[in-house]
């Protein structure tokens, strides 16, 4: 069978355009995601490199291989990462409604084991500072509960550990406010340091 003559300056352009493409692949695509098509573009990465710079077909597939695994690896230990700092951020948002509701609502007037309920027009904004209040409130008088099986060094190595894997800014935001509530317990911020960082939440403590 004759192999059809190659035209170099069309494979370029296309091997460019290829590269692009995996590269975008690599860094997420779309919505900034590494899963198993950014560890395979990873891989192919490495494979069009590895033969573009002379390198024999075995060898640099083998090379392609482990590129492919080492990433899959990254992904796998990103995802659960996230997974538990996720979990370990609602189950403190559990905790923090057992204690809230063992109290009336200074806002709303909900009882002990109901929920904070809109105090008028403002709906879903007013219902929010009714739960805050509360919330304020419920510490306040019972300081700690939902923690009491860590003390501060592992609640310190769990926040800095959500503030580093953590998906979004709602739990980079708890991570950091974990580690300055702690640095106030422990004396080495003033109350009003801390009330200045977090001037809606615990500012009773």
Known sequence: MTQEPINTLQFARDLSRLEDHLRWLSSGGGNGERDESSA???????LIEQLTNG??????IAAAIRVLD?????????????QAALQAYSERRRAEEEVTQKVECPYCGAGPSDTCRSTGSNGAYARSESHKARFRL?????????????????RDA???DVLVHAPDEALRQWAEQELDLNAYKAGQ????????RWP???SDR
């Not at 395979?40 to 490495?46: G, S, V």
């Not at 080492?70 to 996230?82: L, M, V, Y």
Request: hydrophobic share 30%; charged share 40%.
């Open 70 to 82: 080492d990433k899959r690896t990254e992904n796998r230990d990103r995802f659960e990462s996230r």
């Open 40 to 46: 395979l573009a990873d891989a192919l990465l490495t």
């Open 158 to 160: 769990h926040a800095r």
């Open 138 to 154: 419920a510490r306040s008088l019972n300081d700690g509960v939902g923690d009491a099986s860590l003390d501060s060094a592992k």
């Open 189 to 196: 911020i003033s109350l009003d340091e801390y009330k200045r």
């Open 55 to 60: 390198r024999e077909a075995t060898p640099a």
């Open 200 to 202: 809606e939440a615990h």
